[in-house]
């Protein structure tokens, strides 16, 4: 897991400078901060559980095990790429994991995750639905709306509400009345919810894992809220201005992948050394992702309309 929340960071830390020089085409939304959330949520699924996100969905994609090169790919709009160059960062897919994509309208996520979730409970799959949204999406309709239906039906949906603080540039306290209490908002539908430190991998998997138990043994859904923080802006193209600079230094000292490390080692588990050839390893990984979507072609003009439906 520790290989895992690197291999985000450095894929993160690329895309960023890959898009400066102007190869990364469209909107870049990156998760370095929040790279326990995903491995730890990801570590408990099982093959045939469904996974649907936000815009922000490279680390979710690549902890649920999508290959990185194909992931550059996409962003470069490449015809490698995992959604053969059509969706960009924000539209990342893969069906065989069932990795049901990223989403860019907010909340538009939600009504999907209940449609799958109920796919899974109809077909008797022993399923869930893993669905990340963040805290900008508490105001939307399809959020109210999604857990009334998941709450009714009794659907094995995990509503996952990750925290940063910041919808855009507005902070959750001036856009979300039930701001503090986010983990609460499923009350009024009778959906349980619980808070979790979304830097802490290790609190990340043990309430998760409770929550994947309730689901899946058929008592409805249930709404988790992870704390945490994004170290970017919005967007690349955010300097993100509008956080106080003491905000920002106190999140930093609570770096995931700095915390994990400390724990790691006090324990005894890995070594100074066995960590950084991790470090290296990832390093060369997201090396090899570059130069396979540099020498990927684009996709070709017939390609336009094809695998585009409508209804």
Not at 56 to 63: L, P, V
Not at 82 to 103: A, E, I, N, P, T
Not at 124 to 135: A, K, P, Q, S, V
């Amino acid at each position: 897991m520790y290989r895992q929340m690197v291999l985000i960071r450095e894929f993160e830390n690329e895309c960023y400078r890959q898009y400066m020089q102007k190869n990364v085409k469209g909107f870049l939304h990156v998760y370095s901060g929040e790279e326990a959330i995903a491995v730890g949520v990801m570590s408990l699924l099982e093959p045939q559980d469904y996974i649907v996100t936000h815009y922000r969905d490279h680390g979710h994609a690549i902890a649920r095990g999508l290959d990185t090169k194909a992931l550059m790919a996409e962003l470069f709009g490449k015809a490698t790429g995992v959604s053969k160059g059509k969706g960009g960062s924000m539209h990342l897919f893969d069906v065989k994991k069932r990795f049901m994509g990223g989403y860019a309208i907010v909340g538009g996520q939600l009504p999907i995750a209940v449609g799958l979730a109920m796919a899974s409970k109809e077909k008797g799959e022993n399923g869930l639905t893993i669905c990340f949204f963040g805290d900008g999406a508490m105001q939307e309709g399809e959020f109210h709306e999604s857990l009334n239906l998941a709450s009714i039906w009794k659907l094995p949906v995990i509503f996952y509400c990750e925290n940063n603080l910041y919808g855009m540039g507005a902070s959750v306290s001036e856009t979300y009345a039930g701001h503090d209490q986010i983990y609460k908002a499923g009350e009024p539908y009778k959906i349980p919810g619980v808070r979790v430190d979304g830097m802490n991998l290790f609190e990340v998997r043990r309430t998760t894992a409770e929550a994947v138990k309730h689901v899946r043994g058929g008592e409805g859904p249930m709404l988790i809220e992870a704390q945490t923080y994004r170290y970017r802006g919005h967007s690349i193209s955010d300097p993100a201005g509008y956080r106080p600079k003491d905000e920002v230094e106190f999140w930093m000292t609570r770096d995931p992948i700095i915390l994990l490390k400390k724990q790691l080692l006090s324990e005894g588990t890995a070594t100074e050394e066995e960590l950084k050839s991790i470090v290296k390893a990832a390093e060369e990984e997201i090396v090899a992702a570059v130069k396979f979507a540099t020498e990927s072609p684009f996709p070709e003009p017939a390609a336009l309309h094809q695998e585009v439906y409508s209804h």
